[in-house]
């Protein structure tokens, strides 16, 4: 074992894995460099400890990079070690856990040390899509070695401590630190989309915990699951009061009612993150125009319109449970667009960026419309064109290509306003109601709301033997 068993990267990883579980792997390297006096230096392990565990009996992988060495700095060995990990942890259908400190790069070894950098990079590249990748950030993280967790699958950052850049903030033309702290990770989680959480080190810790036990180990696994604890037939008496949250409705339906979000802090319109069903992990993705505190209070509003960003964090998160063979489920109430100047500048591609997601997913796709499934914005969120498998709705659930007075008002803009309630009430009949689209056969089933989840468990056990053949292409574009 490391000499180093009382320094911080040795407990945070201690207090990460089951007791007692971690060996570490590379303790006896050091700093291979003698320049710039490094040969009277002290380099023990070369700066990051790294090693293998478990988290409630999963196999997880570690490094956890110390800054009492040489600032934590990234050098020819200390990369060598966590490729070495990445290695073994692909070999073995293992997730990587990187606990990140670090002052940056190694001045001292030059291009050796930027060679450690692309190392890292390249090991990152492969393992995507062949074991989840988490990061967590305790102190800096600057320069190249922000993309260390913008290439990860899940990031995490310690509230008060943690600093990831490209350009550190007073780089900034115009900016200062004390201005904008484009460094901290308030900024990185709300703004930039790159952090999942933000806590203390046990709060992070724990998540990552938690994330763990609800992921597959690898994309051979062929999804996750394990032993269901709760009704299959439970009902949720009060999903319509709060369909306005679909944070609220994910936890409601889930087993266990367990809901773990993915970038909760960014595009809130937009909601990411797993759920359990009899025992097996889903994905969802869902439309956002309401948030609750844990008092039932309203504290944030929203249009039900798509973003650019959130539509980018969509997508992304729908490669990962893609890849990872997780089924995906769509809780949908988008009327349209957000209008702004902003938004325009991004949102065409970043639509197609999530018309993409969809499309080439060939896991279980189930959508569930809540509220409104208006114009394109409904056919780009898993609508039955795009390969939804199934699709529900609740019985007060809107379908069409727009409101229906909107559509009236348009279609028979110089009548009076009787005329426009009249057809207004013809266009709700014919086209904007979900029995209308079922007619169609564009919706399979309209569910009530206490049935929501056992509809939804059956949905994802029929679909459990889904198979799609793949066209012969090499890979899409988007």
Same mark, same amino acid.
Request: glycine share 8%; net charge negative; aromatic share 6%.
């Given at each position: 074992?490391?000499?180093?068993?009382?320094?911080?990267?040795?407990?945070?990883?201690?207090?990460?894995?089951?007791?007692?579980?971690?060996?570490?792997? %590379?303790?006896?390297?050091?700093?291979?460099?003698?320049?710039?006096?490094?040969?009277?230096?002290?380099?023990?392990?070369?700066?990051?400890?790294?090693?293998?565990?478990?988290?409630?009996?999963?196999?997880?992988?570690?490094?956890?990079?110390?800054?009492?060495?040489?600032?934590?700095?990234?050098?020819?060995?200390?990369?060598?070690?966590?490729?070495?990990?990445?290695?073994?942890?692909?070999?073995?259908?293992?997730?990587?856990?990187?606990?990140?400190?670090?002052?940056?790069?190694?001045?001292?070894?030059?291009?050796?040390?930027?060679?450690?950098?692309?190392?890292?990079?390249?090991?990152?590249?492969?393992?995507?899509?062949?074991? *989840?990748?988490?990061?967590?950030?305790?102190?800096?993280?600057?320069? %190249?070695?922000?993309?260390? *967790?913008?290439?990860?699958?899940?990031?995490?950052?310690?509230?008060?401590?943690?600093?990831?850049?490209?350009?550190?903030?007073?780089?900034?033309? %115009?900016?200062?630190?004390?201005?904008?702290?484009?460094?901290?990770?308030?900024?990185?989680?709300?703004?930039?989309?790159?952090?999942?959480?933000?806590?203390?080190?046990?709060?992070?810790?724990?998540?990552?915990?938690?994330?763990?036990?609800?992921? *597959?180990?690898?994309?051979?696994?062929?999804?996750?699951?394990?032993?269901?604890?709760?009704?299959?037939?439970?009902?949720?008496?009060?999903?319509?009061?709060?369909?306005?949250?679909?944070?609220?409705?994910?936890?409601?339906?889930?087993?266990?009612?367990?809901?773990?979000?993915?970038?909760?802090?960014?595009?809130?319109?937009?909601?990411? %993150?797993?759920?359990?069903?009899?025992?097996?992990?889903?994905?969802?993705?869902?439309?956002?125009?309401?948030?609750?505190?844990?008092?039932?209070?309203?504290?944030?509003?929203?249009?039900?319109?798509?973003?650019?960003?959130?539509?980018?964090?969509?997508?992304?998160?729908?490669?990962?449970?893609?890849?990872?063979?997780?089924?995906?489920?769509?809780?949908?109430?988008?009327?349209?667009?957000?209008?702004?100047?902003?938004?325009?500048?991004?949102?065409?591609?970043?639509?197609?960026?999530?018309?993409?997601?969809?499309?080439?997913?060939?896991?279980?796709?189930?959508?569930?419309?809540?509220?409104?499934?208006?114009?394109?914005?409904?056919?780009?969120?898993?609508?039955?064109?795009?390969?939804?498998?199934?699709?529900?709705?609740?019985?007060?659930?809107?379908?069409?290509?727009?409101?229906?007075?909107?559509?009236?008002?348009?279609?028979?803009?110089?009548?009076?306003?009787?005329?426009?309630?009249?057809?207004?009430?013809?266009?709700?009949?014919?086209?904007?109601?979900?029995?209308?689209?079922?007619?169609?056969?564009?919706?399979?089933?309209?569910?009530?709301? *206490?049935?929501?989840?056992?509809?939804?468990?059956?949905?994802?056990?029929?679909?459990?033997?889904?198979?799609?053949?793949?066209?012969?292409?090499?890979?899409?574009?988007?």
């Amino acid at each position: 074992m490391s000499n180093s068993n009382d320094n911080s990267a040795m407990q945070r990883i201690a207090r990460l894995v089951d007791e007692n579980s971690f060996m570490e792997i %590379g303790s006896l390297v050091t700093a291979r460099s003698t320049d710039f006096n490094l040969a009277q230096t002290d380099t023990p392990s070369d700066g990051v400890i790294t090693g293998h565990g478990l988290i409630d009996g999963n196999l997880v992988f570690v490094y956890s990079q110390d800054a009492s060495v040489l600032g934590g700095t990234v050098g020819e060995m200390h990369a060598k070690k966590i490729a070495a990990t990445y290695d073994m942890a692909v070999k073995m259908g293992a997730p990587v856990i990187g606990l990140i400190d670090c002052a940056g790069i190694r001045l001292q070894e030059s291009v050796d040390a930027l060679e450690a950098f692309g190392t890292i990079y390249s090991k990152q590249a492969a393992a995507s899509g062949m074991i *989840p990748q988490i990061s967590a950030i305790f102190g800096t993280c600057g320069g %190249g070695l922000a993309v260390v *967790p913008a290439l990860s699958d899940f990031t995490y950052a310690q509230a008060d401590k943690a600093k990831m850049f490209i350009n550190s903030p007073n780089a900034i033309d %115009g900016n200062r630190v004390d201005k904008c702290d484009t460094a901290s990770a308030a900024f990185q989680s709300e703004q930039t989309g790159t952090i999942d959480g933000v806590g203390t080190e046990d709060e992070i810790l724990a998540q990552i915990r938690q994330l763990i036990c609800i992921l *597959p180990s690898n994309n051979a696994e062929g999804g996750c699951v394990v032993e269901c604890t709760d009704d299959l037939n439970r009902a949720c008496q009060s999903l319509d009061t709060m369909k306005g949250d679909p944070r609220y409705v994910l936890s409601e339906i889930s087993d266990n009612h367990i809901f773990v979000e993915a970038k909760a802090d960014y595009a809130k319109e937009m909601t990411a %993150g797993f759920i359990k069903l009899n025992g097996m992990t889903v994905g969802a993705v869902a439309n956002c125009t309401e948030i609750y505190d844990a008092q039932g209070k309203k504290t944030e509003e929203f249009d039900a319109a798509l973003t650019a960003r959130g539509c980018n964090k969509a997508a992304e998160f729908l490669a990962f449970c893609d890849a990872f063979d997780i089924p995906v489920i769509t809780l949908t109430n988008a009327a349209g667009f957000r209008a702004t100047m902003c938004s325009e500048k991004n949102l065409a591609k970043a639509l197609g960026r999530l018309v993409s997601a969809f499309a080439n997913a060939t896991v279980p796709k189930v959508n569930l419309i809540m509220d409104k499934a208006y114009g394109s914005a409904y056919t780009v969120m898993n609508s039955k064109s795009l390969g939804a498998d199934l699709v529900y709705a609740w019985p007060d659930a809107k379908t069409g290509m727009m409101d229906a007075k909107l559509a009236a008002k348009i279609m028979y803009a110089n009548e009076p306003a009787t005329v426009i309630e009249e057809k207004a009430a013809e266009y709700e009949a014919l086209q904007g109601s979900v029995e209308a689209a079922a007619a169609r056969g564009y919706v399979d089933r309209i569910i009530d709301y *206490p049935s929501t989840r056992k509809y939804l468990i059956a949905a994802v056990e029929m679909l459990y033997t889904k198979r799609v053949e793949q066209p012969n292409k090499k890979h899409g574009t988007k």
